[in-house]
């Protein structure tokens, strides 16, 4: 079963002029067009593709991935608004559509708005600004310390509002803030603590962890942004080190070292790690 608006692995069975057929079972073959279709792709590959509708409402696949897909929730500009509604760039041919209905005020070209994305009573995939209903209130399979996915909402006087893995709502306060955050951004984060009105307040240290240089937290964002992994150690060739920290080989290992000691990496022949 195709999930629209969503990744899905399908499987290629036929080729044409512009571009390839994928296996969509009931709803029949669905378009890849050529220009995304992988170098030397057959009939029979299977392909992992995002799967959205097109401008006539037609399924169609690409090898795109969008900033974010229906279920979750996305910071994106307004490109463009007419008398129905306003239009977003998710990082897809198709700009997502944002009716009147879901904002909490007219927008205008250019601004940014923290969105859920849905599928609509017409099925097709739509954005709404009212996020509210579609966040948990209840965080039961939460625990402080616990690692999570956040998304910075906007900026308030007591810090920022922020989306916890798609679900929840809550609160990253100034106090907490060590280096320079934006609306939109994404990035790790941990449960801070759990108040017994439901909110949640989050931090971007672990709790209990001290907070570490700023050579060493170098060393993590760039862990972060790489999936948890960088293959520079304390046995790395001193140029390759410098090229990417801008560093000698030993403030390098002092800052690993440090990490280490601290439980936030570990290190392997492949390198260093994140730890959860």
């Not at 990744?7 to 002029?17: F, G, M, P, Q």
Request: net charge neutral.
């Amino acid at each position: 079963m195709i999930e629209l608006g969503q990744l899905n692995r399908l499987k290629v069975i036929r080729e044409v002029d512009f571009g390839v057929y994928l296996d969509g079972g009931d709803a029949g073959g669905i378009l890849l067009p050529k220009k995304e279709v992988p170098e030397n792709t057959r009939l029979g590959d299977s392909l992992q593709v995002f799967v959205y509708l097109d401008s006539d409402d037609y399924m169609v696949a690409s090898t795109r991935k969008p900033r974010a897909m229906v279920g979750q929730l996305a910071r994106l500009r307004v490109t463009d608004v007419n008398k129905v509604g306003a239009f977003l760039d998710w990082g897809m041919p198709k700009e997502l559509f944002l009716p009147f209905a879901e904002q909490l005020r007219p927008l205008t070209v250019g601004e940014w708005c923290t969105v859920f994305i849905y599928i609509d009573n017409s099925e097709r995939i739509a954005a709404s600004a009212k996020t509210d209903r579609f966040i948990e209130k209840n965080p039961t399979d939460l625990k402080v310390g616990q690692l999570v996915e956040l998304l910075i909402a906007r900026r308030t006087d007591l810090g920022y509002p922020v989306i916890i893995d798609h679900r929840y709502e809550g609160l990253l306060h100034h106090q907490d803030l060590f280096r320079e955050v934006k609306p939109g951004q994404r990035m790790s984060g941990f449960i801070k603590q759990l108040l017994p009105d439901g909110k949640i307040d989050v931090m971007l240290d672990k709790p209990g962890y001290a907070r570490v240089d700023p050579l060493a937290q170098k060393v993590l964002d760039y862990l972060e942004a790489n999936n948890g992994h960088c293959a520079l150690g304390d046995k790395s060739d001193p140029d390759a080190i410098r090229e990417t920290f801008g560093v000698s080989k030993k403030a390098y290992k002092m800052a690993i070292g440090s990490l280490m000691k601290a439980g936030r990496i570990k290190q392997d022949p492949e390198g260093i790690h994140l730890v959860a």
